[in-house]
């Protein structure tokens, strides 16, 4: 072995004075008695050096020393900025807000910052949120209020910019991430319609979303399989906000011919059916099964624990930031699909009729 290897593989104790005062690169290149770009890789993650133990023993000293990296020289250097943007519809929604801190907690692992854009679902503000994250040099985009046949990411690939499309996609690009959105659907419906129920409504999302177009075909698809027919006028499209679970399945509880079961396809709406349902005075669930989707944090809780179809979104969040990263360092990505899972809760029973 070389006195210059084993000098290496030496641990040396950072010299006296060194907290305290910004320490440099070069400087912990030296407390560590190895080459600068050897400091440089051991404080990247993601790289098979990363975990070596003497990655770990550099990244030690730097703790030692209170050593912070110089990212805007290391901009200067890279054309990049360690910071990615993320454009969301909105945060008042718990699906967003969950994902964006698992997006967050991704990037934390690979020393990446996010940050956060609303588009209030609005594809103008959407490329203006955008714009205003590209402005500030984030390395790349990820997109979760896409439109189907959304014209905005093939404007982004003229401009070079990476992007990755996540929990939506335009239905036309190779560049996503999402749920299996029409298996979980079906799952849905599977349920009810195993249970009993034949007169199920629908509260479907709007069309501009892949998601609610996805969980409105796997909902077709379980009738059609089953040899049931839809009653067209329980197929209701909507937006994605409590108030219209409340407000749709508070005209089908006033009508002649109530459904038995109503699939919500996010559990905000869900959350309004039960609203809708208790205020008519119904019991749950044997006057009304209710089925959501998502599984967000609150969908377990009582005083109705939701069944639901559950997507992992912390998988699709890591997976999201592992493809925009690849998409930055010049690679192509494929389409991702994560598996979705029913989460059967106190929500949903087969039918009684002998309180209507």
Known sequence: MTKKARQADTVNEPSEGAVGRRVTMDKLAELAGVHKSTVSRALRPGTTFYQSPTAQRIRAIADSVDFQPDRYAASLRTRRTGTIGVLVPRLSDNLQAVFYESVVRACTSQDIVALVAVTGDDPVAEQHAANALLGRRVDGL?????????????????????????????????????????????????????????????????????????????????????????????????????????????????????????????????????????????????????????????????????????????????????????????EQTANRTIPVTLVVRKSSAPPSFSAR
């Not at 298996?183 to 007169?199: F, I, K, N």
């Not at 197929?235 to 219209?244: A, E, G, I, L, P």
């Open 142 to 330: 990820i997109l979760t209020s896409t439109r189907v046949n959304g014209e905005y990411p093939a404007q982004l690939a003229q401009r070079d910019v990476p992007y990755v499309l996540a929990l939506r996609h335009n239905g036309t690009d190779h560049s996503c991430v999402v749920s299996d959105d029409r298996a979980g659907g079906y799952l849905v419906t599977q349920h009810l319609l195993e249970l009993g129920h034949r007169r199920i409504g629908i509260i479907a999302g709007p069309d501009h979303a892949s998601t609610a177009v996805g969980r409105r075909q796997g909902f077709m698809d379980a009738h059609r399989d089953a040899g049931v027919s839809v009653e067209p006028d329980l197929v209701h499209k909507s937006m994605f906000r409590w108030q219209d679970g409340y407000d749709i399945a508070t005209k089908w509880l006033s009508s002649a011919n109530p459904p038995t079961a109503i699939f919500a396809v996010n559990d905000e709406m869900a959350f309004g059916v039960v609203a809708a349902a208790q205020t008519r005075g119904l019991d749950l669930p044997g006057e009304l099964s209710i089925v959501g989707y998502n599984d967000i944090p609150s969908a377990a809780r009582p005083p109705m624990p939701l069944t639901t179809a559950r997507m992992d979104i912390g998988a699709l969040a890591r997976a999201a930031v592992d493809s925009l990263r690849a998409r930055i360092d010049g």
